[in-house]
């Protein structure tokens, strides 16, 4: 449920919203305070708020100010560019024609461009994707918008191709308004005025086709074939495993190195007015490589950053979950009842998510739950899944990711996502991840309020098989994390506190030296406010800390002549109700 944004008269939308969500037993989004990535409820109890903070975003904002769901779909503008339906920056692809146009990425103000050098031809738009032919002899370019960026691929589709002397070193033009492009660990930021990072391009990734090749050759489906059936009747009902049972579901190979290929890390660097790449001359050309080979470098934008490490070296920087998520764990062969269920050659993944402070501020967190879809378990047998704090990750991190100081928040013993493959089934499922009471280890709620507090700068948290040599642990999870927050304001002090007397206000503030006032009728006054960051005309209440005076009192900026009742007089009152609406 919900409560128009335009809803503001006397109270404001989160009053509106908490008074319907106490009426209606629901909770109520107080949609004003929407953004791309969170959501804002008021919960059934009257009094606090729920904020479910995404990892990746959950809607996106029109040019006529309108909500839709993210759609990464590329369509034709009448400028002649191309962009995607809804995204949460404004990403432009050329049309074709002057390769400096190939793509600009721009929010709030701030741009970045990347073009080619030389001409594009116009592109064939599929889905996401529009692929450039031929930019070069044998090589085509495909750019995949996301809805926080766009990914290039270069498509070597040839030895005779590989060996052109213009592939040995890539060179965009970069155009930068209102940002600094900064290098380092192989990577590049841009950022702001205030050193804020807008946008981020990991490292490249460049890989081969061999995995593919060894897939479909007569004899590795031959030797596969009887596993390979084992397989997927485990994943019946889950869609989860390619033709040859790998853990890792099918997808199109130009979205990253899969089970077998070749892969190699390169690193980006940048100039005043370009960014290089330098493929891996080896894998570029080598008497081994299989094609098509993939050149890899991509730039994105987000509030927070996710990645996904895997011990072969693969990295996977702001991955997208897709329809059958992404691996964590064993990757290995699982035995069960004299069969085998083949996943991989071996590796281990872990998943991290970073969360960012800014709809935290000025909050009191009273309760966090982190919940993630797993789309697909090993076997219908559950095992232990931990959630840990570890340091911090960026688009430079590397397997094994960082690993000093990790701090267990919370682990679940868990299996879902293998359908009717299972009795009973098991479908995909939300996993929760929220404190047990009864483990005193078990500590993501106070850690949360840390984070708000700021006295934790960035929060990332890594998910991971409990026992990574255990095959059976290896599950598929989305990239849908989300944290979970139910919090209240935090008050700050009251200002301008004062006592009403017939021509003015006086005020001591010498509680050494008070300030007596003769009269059975006091009237006192203050502007009560939430802390920075607590939210714009929240609901407050004010509780008088002293009580010497007959009990009935009127606070102005409360409510008109608000009184309370029952204690006797000298004794402190409860807290009363309120439902004026003070500045912040």
């Keep these: 449920m919900s409560v128009p944004a335009a809803r503001a008269d006397a109270t404001s939308e989160a009053q509106a919203a908490s008074a319907q969500a106490a009426e209606s037993g629901e909770r109520v989004e107080v949609v004003g305070q929407r953004t791309e990535y969170s959501s804002t409820y008021a919960n059934p109890d009257g009094l606090t708020f729920k904020l479910v903070q995404s990892a990746v975003p959950v809607r996106a904002k029109l040019a006529d100010g309108s909500w839709v769901a993210p759609d990464a779909t590329l369509e034709r503008r ?4 191309i962009g995607p339906k809804a995204a949460v920056l404004n990403v432009a692809l050329s049309g074709g024609g002057d390769g400096a146009d190939l793509v600009t990425l721009a929010d709030d103000g701030m741009s970045l461009s990347l073009g080619w050098p ?10 996401a ?17 996301t809805v926080e960026g766009v990914r290039q691929v270069l498509v070597v589709k040839s030895a005779a191709a590989a060996a052109n002397p213009e592939l040995k070193k890539l060179d965009f033009s970069l155009r930068a308004k209102g940002l600094t492009v900064r290098d380092g660990g192989g990577s590049l930021s841009a950022v702001d005025a205030n050193g804020n990072t807008v946008f981020r391009a990991p490292s490249a990734q460049m890989w081969d086709s061999a995995g593919d090749a060894a897939s479909s050759s007569p004899s590795a ?4 074939a009887s596993q390979a059936s084992f397989s997927l009747a485990s994943a019946e009902g889950a869609s989860a495993e390619d033709e040859n049972g790998s853990g890792e579901a099918s997808a199109d190979p130009a979205d990253g190195p899969g089970e077998g290929d070749a892969s190699v890390m390169l690193p980006v660097s940048a100039h005043a007015d370009s960014v290089t790449v330098v493929p891996d001359a080896e894998l570029l050309t080598g008497e081994d490589t299989v094609y098509p080979l993939y050149i890899d470098p991509d730039v994105s934008w987000g509030e927070s950053e996710r990645t996904l490490l895997s011990s072969d070296g693969d990295t996977f ?10 691996g964590v764990g064993y990757c290995g062969t699982y035995v069960t009842g004299g069969y085998a269920y083949y996943c991989g050659s071996g590796y281990k993944n872990r998943m991290y998510f970073e969360f960012s402070p800014s709809r935290l ?10 919940r993630i879809t797993e789309r697909f378990s090993m076997s219908c047998e559950p095992t232990w899944v931990d959630l840990a704090r570890t340091g911090n990750i960026s688009s430079s991190t590397r397997w094994p990711g960082p690993t000093a100081n990790w701090d267990l928040m919370v682990d679940r013993y868990v299996s879902a996502g293998r359908g009717s493959a299972c009795d009973p089934s098991q479908p995909d499922k939300a996993i929760e991840f929220n404190d047990n009471p009864d483990e005193t280890n078990e500590n993501l709620t106070s850690t949360v309020k840390k984070f708000a507090a700021g006295d934790i700068s960035r929060l990332t948290l890594m998910l991971k098989a409990h026992d990574e040599s255990d095959p059976n642990g290896w599950k598929r999870f989305d990239d849908d994390a989300t ?6 304001g935090i008050p700050a002090k009251p200002t301008a506190i004062g006592l009403v007397t017939g021509d003015g206000t006086q005020c001591e503030t010498d509680k050494s030296d008070p300030l007596i006032v003769s009269t059975p009728k006091a009237r006192l006054t203050a502007t009560v406010q939430t802390a920075q960051g607590g939210g714009r005309r929240t609901r407050c209440c004010a509780r008088l800390s002293t009580w010497t005076s007959t009990p009935p009192a009127t606070i102005p900026g409360l409510r008109r002549s608000m009184r309370w009742s029952g204690p006797p007089a000298a004794t402190p009152p409860t807290t009363p109700s309120c439902s004026r609406t003070p500045r912040r």
Excluded: C, H, I, W
Aim: proline share 5%.
């Design 483 to 488: 944290l979970d927050v139910d919090f209240v």
């Design 317 to 326: 920087y702001n991955f997208s979950g897709g329809d059958d998520g992404k």
């Design 221 to 224: 489906s031959s030797a596969n």
């Design 361 to 370: 501020a000025g909050k009191q967190v009273l309760d966090a739950t982190f």
């Design 78 to 81: 009448a400028d002649g560019s």
């Design 129 to 145: 994707s529009a692929l450039y032919a031929d930019v070069l002899p044998g090589v085509d370019l495909r750019m995949t918008a």
């Design 118 to 127: 030389g001409a594009l031809p116009a592109p064939a738009l599929e889905g």
